[in-house]
């Protein structure tokens, strides 16, 4: 059996997986991908991506491009069953520099993904290769694979990933169970073409008769899910001809111009895997979580899996960091997963209500919560959608004790800055692919030992000085800083960010989460701590 090795390897060609390639390729890491399919399913999946994975996006320079084919800003609203608007999200803010609900298509997505993989010359998609076994020890992952030419052959890996998605073929091998529950009433999918109802929003019908879904595509599509009642005939229910009276019940004659592009039932699970980390293995997306769609957060969650884990597999093989790190993405990640599919549980239990009395009350409360200027605000800025904080794995919090406003290991905000050459960017672009400290009117790297300097330069390091607006002593004078990057906080985002903490230093991570906040007098020996977390 031919013998082939690599660093790692990544089992699923979805979003996933290439957005993972897309990383390894960045760091330097020879990495294969095997995909089982031989090319990109031709209609939409998810449909929904928020500001974090469009940053996550952004660090692998695909955010921009993937963006051309979304649409940004779209509401989400909740009516009821005399299809009266009863709640409504709408976010405005756009803390981490990216619009914060998004409507897009998968395989437009995907297609992006893989057009622009090919400038990582570390980094090979295998499509119609499937994954047979695997095995592992203390020094590495042992695949085998049945190639597209129907030859088996064997691929030697320092570290492999899971992106195979619900039905992981990986997890499986590593004997990991997928615990939660099954949903018992499935529903059915209806995506068509040629579209032209005047809806630029995605509408959960909460009719207690039948619940259904309206979401709003780009490029004059629309999805449409209806839930399928008890007693009902799944196949019945899934032939075009039942399909479009359902639809015509909502939009009349203008159902007769839609192309239906495809029509499947689903079940819906609530699983989370018992562990994202076996060995050197690790599960990311729906091979570690699966969640109803109705909190939008599926394929999000998987790119947030992907930023925690990359970086930290790079930093590993690289020799950096320790192969004890990879604990952390575990320890990191799996509780916000699972807050998440908590989350779509809920937010699909509001929807499902098939008992009109009960659905009557549900209607009066979101009523009331209308009728409350704080709660009304907190609905529409989708603020009850958990937020990933890091209590424990690779960030230092200098106080023993936590505080509910403690902002350490949580994303930092990503606002818009102004560079030396006077161009606005956003704040990522100049935070670079490793560890960044930025100081608040102070330069970070003037504070450090030379061991510590030493140190984070092999990480990459970069140290930037953040200066008020206009605070040099011309247009073309702006403050400088030796050793560091100097950059103007134009619109007083990171100026706000740091009067909340009141200290002057943050240390931030490959990821954007925030790793440390500290003063220059202590910043060289939090510096050590978080070294020592590494190492």
């Given at each position: 059996?031919?013998?082939?090795?690599?660093?790692?390897?990544?089992v699923?060609?979805?979003?996933?997986?290439?957005?993972?390639?897309?990383?390894?390729?960045?760091?330097?890491?020879d990495?294969?991908?095997?995909?089982?399919?031989?090319?990109?399913?031709?209609?939409?999946?998810?449909?929904?991506?928020?500001?974090e994975?469009?940053?996550?996006?952004?660090?692998?320079g695909?955010?921009?491009?993937?963006?051309r084919?979304?649409i940004?800003?779209v509401?989400?609203?909740y009516?009821?069953?005399?299809?009266?608007?009863?709640?409504?999200?709408?976010?405005?803010?756009?803390?981490?520099?990216?619009p914060?609900?998004?409507?897009?298509m998968?395989?437009?997505?995907?297609?992006?993904?893989?057009?622009?993989?090919?400038?990582?010359?570390?980094?090979?998609?295998?499509?119609?290769?499937?994954?047979l076994?695997?095995?592992?020890d203390?020094?590495?992952?042992?695949?085998?694979?049945?190639?597209?030419?129907?030859?088996?052959?064997?691929?030697?890996?320092?570290?492999?990933?899971?992106?195979d998605?619900?039905?992981?073929?990986?997890?499986?091998k590593?004997g990991?169970?997928?615990?939660?529950?099954?949903?018992?009433?499935?529903?059915?999918v209806?995506?068509?073409a040629?579209?032209?109802?005047?809806?630029?929003?995605?509408?959960?019908h909460?009719?207690?008769?039948r619940?259904?879904?309206?979401?709003?595509?780009?490029?004059?599509?629309r999805?449409?899910?209806?839930?399928?009642?008890?007693?009902?005939d799944e196949?019945?229910m899934?032939?075009?001809?039942?399909?479009?009276?359902?639809?015509?019940?909502?939009?009349?004659?203008?159902?007769?111009?839609l192309?239906?592009?495809?029509?499947?039932?689903?079940?819906?699970?609530?699983?989370?895997a018992?562990?994202?980390?076996?060995?050197r293995?690790?599960?990311?997306?729906?091979?570690?979580?699966?969640s109803?769609?109705?909190a939008?957060q599926?394929?999000?969650?998987?790119?947030r899996?992907v930023?925690n884990?990359a970086?930290?597999?790079?930093?590993?093989?690289?020799?950096?960091?320790?192969?004890?790190?990879?604990?952390?993405?575990?320890?990191?990640?799996?509780g916000?997963?699972?807050?998440?599919?908590?989350?779509?549980?809920?937010?699909g239990?509001?929807?499902?209500?098939?008992?009109?009395?009960?659905?009557?009350?549900?209607?009066?409360l979101?009523?009331?919560?209308?009728?409350?200027?704080?709660?009304?605000?907190?609905?529409?800025e989708f603020?009850f959608?958990?937020k990933a904080?890091?209590?424990?794995?690779?960030?230092?919090?200098?106080?023993a004790?936590?505080?509910?406003?403690?902002?350490?290991?949580?994303?930092?905000?990503?606002p818009?800055?102004?560079?030396a050459?006077?161009?606005?960017?956003?704040?990522?672009e100049?935070?670079?692919?490793g560890y960044?400290?930025?100081g608040?009117?102070?330069n970070p790297?003037?504070?450090?030992?030379?061991?510590?300097?030493?140190?984070?330069?092999?990480?990459?390091?970069?140290?930037?000085?953040?200066?008020?607006?206009?605070?040099?002593?011309?247009?073309?004078?702006p403050?400088?800083a030796?050793d560091?990057v100097?950059?103007?906080?134009?619109?007083?985002?990171?100026?706000?960010?740091f009067s909340?903490?009141?200290?002057?230093?943050?240390?931030?991570?490959?990821d954007?989460?925030?790793a440390?906040?500290?003063t220059?007098?202590?910043l060289?020996?939090?510096?050590?701590?978080?070294a020592e977390?590494?190492?």
């Open positions: 059996m031919k013998q082939e090795k690599t660093q790692v390897v990544i699923g060609g979805g979003p996933n997986g290439i957005t993972a390639a897309h990383y390894m390729g960045m760091y330097g890491i990495c294969i991908v095997l995909e089982l399919a031989d090319g990109i399913l031709p209609y939409p999946r998810a449909v929904g991506m928020d500001d994975a469009l940053r996550v996006l952004q660090g692998i695909i955010a921009e491009l993937a963006v084919d979304m940004c800003d509401p989400l609203r009516y009821n069953a005399r299809g009266v608007c009863f709640a409504e999200v709408k976010p405005s803010a756009a803390q981490y520099g990216w914060m609900r998004n409507i897009f998968q395989q437009l997505l995907e297609g992006t993904l893989r057009e622009n993989l090919g400038q990582h010359t570390s980094v090979e998609l295998r499509q119609g290769h499937e994954l076994e695997l095995e592992q203390g020094q590495g992952v042992t695949l085998q694979v049945r190639g597209a030419d129907g030859e088996l052959y064997q691929l030697q890996a320092d570290y492999a990933i899971g992106a998605g619900g039905r992981s073929t990986v997890r499986k590593l990991i169970e997928l615990l939660g529950l099954t949903h018992p009433r499935k529903w059915v209806v995506d068509t040629n579209d032209t109802l005047d809806a630029p929003y995605t509408a959960l909460a009719d207690p008769q619940p259904f879904v309206c979401i709003y595509l780009p490029y004059q599509q999805r449409w899910e209806f839930m399928l009642m008890e007693g009902e196949a019945k899934c032939e075009e001809a039942t399909i479009r009276k359902l639809i015509h019940g909502h939009i009349g004659d203008a159902v007769d111009q192309n239906v592009i495809r029509i499947r039932a689903y079940t819906h699970h609530s699983r989370v018992a562990r994202f980390v076996e060995g293995v690790a599960l990311v997306g729906d091979a570690a979580h699966i109803p769609p109705w939008g599926g394929l999000n969650s998987g790119l899996d930023a884990v970086w930290k597999l790079a930093a590993i093989i690289q020799g950096r960091a320790a192969p004890s790190i990879l604990a952390s993405y575990d320890q990191e990640r799996r916000h997963a699972t807050e998440l599919v908590a989350l779509a549980d809920n937010m239990a509001v929807l499902g209500l098939t008992n009109p009395l009960m659905a009557g009350v549900r209607d009066w979101f009523q009331a919560v209308n009728s409350v200027d704080n709660l009304r605000s907190h609905l529409l603020k959608k958990p904080t890091i209590t424990k794995g690779l960030v230092y919090h200098e106080r004790e936590l505080r509910e406003d403690d902002l350490v290991g949580q994303l930092f905000i990503q818009n800055i102004e560079d050459q006077g161009q606005r960017r956003r704040l990522d100049v935070l670079g692919n960044a400290v930025l608040y009117r102070v790297r003037a504070h450090l030992s030379e061991p510590m300097a030493e140190y984070w330069a092999r990480w990459g390091t970069r140290f930037i000085q953040v200066n008020r607006s206009r605070s040099g002593v011309g247009r073309n004078q403050l400088t030796n560091a100097s950059v103007e906080d134009v619109d007083n985002r990171l100026g706000e960010w909340k903490v009141r200290d002057c230093i943050v240390v931030v991570r490959p954007r989460f925030v440390a906040i500290t220059p007098e202590r060289d020996g939090v510096l050590r701590k978080l977390q590494l190492s």
